[in-house]
């Protein structure tokens, strides 16, 4: 099992910044890939951004240039850093873990952009 913490969101003016944390615990595999994905209201899930334990990222073109994704290793943390935010952003964003075997979800934490 993994068990996933989020932190950090909230309300932010358009054109502001924010960033969100996700912790991870448990049978945590070397080889992972754990990212965040946002789903806003009446919208499917999307893939916002990715990286791998290898330090590969992976972006939605929608946030290219505007976020940015890192990660603790030692702390098994990703961090993702939302600048120039849009009234668009605004979803519930999830942290994700995936190894060889298993795919796991956070609870989500809600990011609400005021334009």
Request: glycine letters at 10%; proline letters at 1%; hydrophobic letters at 30%.
């Amino acid at each position: 099992q993994v068990q996933l913490v989020e932190s950090g969101g909230g309300l932010v003016q358009a054109g502001g910044s924010l960033r969100v944390s996700c912790a991870a615990s448990g049978r945590i595999f070397n080889a992972n890939v754990m990212g965040w994905y946002r789903q806003a209201p009446g919208k499917q899930r999307e893939l916002v951004a990715s990286i791998s334990s290898g330090d590969k990222t992976n972006y939605s073109n929608s946030v290219k240039g505007r976020f940015t994704i890192s990660r603790d290793n030692a702390k098994n943390t990703i961090f993702l850093q939302m600048n120039s935010l849009k009234s668009e952003d605004t979803a519930v964003y999830y942290c994700n873990y995936k190894d060889i075997r298993s795919d796991y979800w956070g609870q989500g934490t809600q990011v609400t952009v005021s334009s």
